[in-house]
């Protein structure tokens, strides 16, 4: 029965896209989606447990014994994501209700989106490198029409960047997998480690790692391929663009993390040394493209970026401190950043615009929404004792740990610039009057949307000040996680049942 | 487009078709066939009609929406492969009921899931494909 532990934090999304999409034109579809969340949420929490419980779990679909059949196998670091997956998810469908019109319900919005949490689930739970492709691929075609739904020019535009660039990826990733699977010959994550380390021409394996650096790059906007991200991150509905904040990026990371944990190990002096390159100019880039920015999402957008690259380079430093951090990052990254993105929808409600020259005087008009956005944005800087002091605390302490003092200069620096950011959207938006001389009170939006759309803000900022309170039980979870990633031999016996 | 050939011509075709794909599609699993070839001859079927009578007149013959029935084919597919929950195995784990024998040599005939969920890539491949080409037609 363990199998269906993991099987069910994918399928309960996927039933939830088809009834969703059957009642589309109907109240009825919106509950569906709701409904659909919160079942997701306790599978991922059913995951959970069974994951604190057996440790690994691995599970053979359809009955085909590895690694000839597809396996979902769920580690630490794959059961924590599903179950952030789920929390977004269920965050954003309440968010949803408040911010999609009925128009673009009817057009099947809750269906993709149901479609893309099954997507990004998969992603995380899957054993089997083909199979990841797949999921990405479920990911890639929701994420684009959710990008285009509800029309418009820019929409189109960000759409086509979007998905071009996104496609290029996916064949780089999709070649990449054809040449792994001509030199080991199984597309199981496990077997191929074993597969992997026997190859005869390891230059050749250091050049296919190097093809899913590139892939998995692009997807997780690491520098210099993460030019797409900023621009169509700012068009979509809030809610859409923080589901797309939250998670998108993250699967890249997350599967950067295993390839490169699990797979791409052989040569770890040549692959993690570029990546710690790669990200200490993701993460500076990122934070000087945001301070050039003057409109709400686009500075969301931007840090994004900056974030990433601590969390690559959690991976890139290889050592159990530096990954916990990585893994802890991760976590912590897909609440607040989702949570900033709801935060901007909320305020272009009440003031009319995302453009902070255009907005102000939040403060004074609505203080609970200012209370809210401080724990987020602050917990991104990294104050504490909000959660992402902790998340940059690891990552520095792990670089001060092997003398690499530059990547912990760079990586405070990086924090001093992000309060740079968070402190110009305050002062903008909340601080200084309203340009137009009007008040932006919470009253220009009927008061269901606001309930809806101040819910899931609260819950997430709750979230935030637990973790940065009470980091203890977070912390010794990523260090497990961490352990896990370092030393897969539970995970490959898990999935190879323990046979040589 | 107005030939009266091809009209006349599409009529046949479109039922010989037709009737081919279904024959594909419960050829499948143990010969050649199958539900994704199955849907793609299907679906070519209806393309030809819509070309001949124009696609407002071939939606009307298919009577659901295709985008619906795509999603009703995903829908199927899902709880055929869940059906094996009951007897406890993985999900998407075939369940087979032989009549008359107990294998594929001997049996008459057998019900089984990974039937259901051929029908079930059937309808998403039909849907999903018309939905696409309806859309260009309506268009231009």
Known sequence: MTSWVLVMPIAVPFLAAVAAFLWRANPAGRMISLGGSVLTLMASIALMVAVLDEGVIAAQMSNWDAPFGITLVADYLSAVMVVITAITGLATAIYAMGEIPEATERLGFHALFQTLIAGVTGAFLTGDLFNLYVWFEVMLIASFSLLVIGGGKERLDAGIKYVALNLVSTLIFLSGIGLLYGITGTLNLADMREGVANAENQGLVTVIAMMFMVGFGVKAAVFPLFFWLPASYHTPYFAISAVFAGLLTKVGVYALMRMFTLVFVGDVGFTHEILIWVSLLTMFTGVIGAAAQTDFRKILSFHIISQIGYMTLGLALFTPLALMGGVFYLVHHIIVKANLFFVAGLAKQYAGHTDLDRIGGLYKSAPLLAALFIIPAFSLAGFPPLSGFWAKYLIVKAALEIDAWFVAFVSLLVGLLTIYSMTKIWGLAFWKPHPDGIDPTPDRAPPQVTRAMLTPIAGLAAMTIIIGFFPEPFVQFAETAATQLLDPTAYVDAVLGGTP | ?140
């Open chain 2, 1 to 140: 487009m107005n030939s009266v050939i091809f009209t006349a011509a599409a009529r046949l075709l479109v039922a010989l078709m037709f009737v081919f794909s279904l024959f594909m599609l419960l050829r499948g699993h143990h010969l050649p066939g199958g539900g994704f070839i199955g849907g793609l001859i299907g679906a070519v079927s209806f393309i030809v009609y819509s070309l001949a009578c124009g696609p407002a007149e071939a939606r009307k013959a298919l009577r659901i929406s295709p985008e619906v029935i795509a999603m009703l084919g995903l829908g199927i597919a899902l709880l055929a492969g869940m059906f094996s929950f009951i007897v406890g195995y993985p999900l998407f784990t075939g369940q087979w009921l032989w009549v008359g024998g107990d294998s594929y040599e001997t049996a008459a005939f057998s019900l089984n899931t990974v039937l259901v969920f051929d029908i079930g890539v059937y309808l998403v491949v039909l849907g999903g494909i018309l939905s696409l080409t309806y859309a260009f037609e309506e268009e231009t």
